[in-house]
């Protein structure tokens, strides 16, 4: 029974782990791209079309790292249910 309860610990851990790094990565990505967007504004040599692509692939991404964060959400679905039980 203690082996069952440090398993069902242990899955917890890692999934607060990647959870947390992926909001701490969203906030990174959040600061970073508001800074571009600042940068981008100010600056005169970038054209509008280049300022559009940049933002189209800073929301890529940002799209992106919110998949894996479901990917990884629905992949601890069946552990969680587990573990209710």
């Known amino acids: ?3 069952n309860l440090i398993a069902k610990q242990t899955l917890h851990l890692c999934h607060a ?3 947390q790094t992926l909001d701490a990565a969203i906030t990174v990505q959040d600061q970073s791209q508001k800074t ?3 940068l981008l504004d100010q600056s005169p040599v970038v054209p ?3 300022k559009r692509a940049i933002n189209d692939w800073l929301e890529a991404c940002r799209h992106q790292t919110e998949a894996v964060k479901s990917v990884i959400a629905e992949g601890f679905r069946p552990f969680h249910l587990y573990s209710e039980k």
């Open 36 to 38: 571009l967007e600042i």
């Open 17 to 19: 782990a990647l959870t």
């Open 1 to 3: 029974m203690k082996q």
């Open 48 to 50: 509008q079309e280049g």
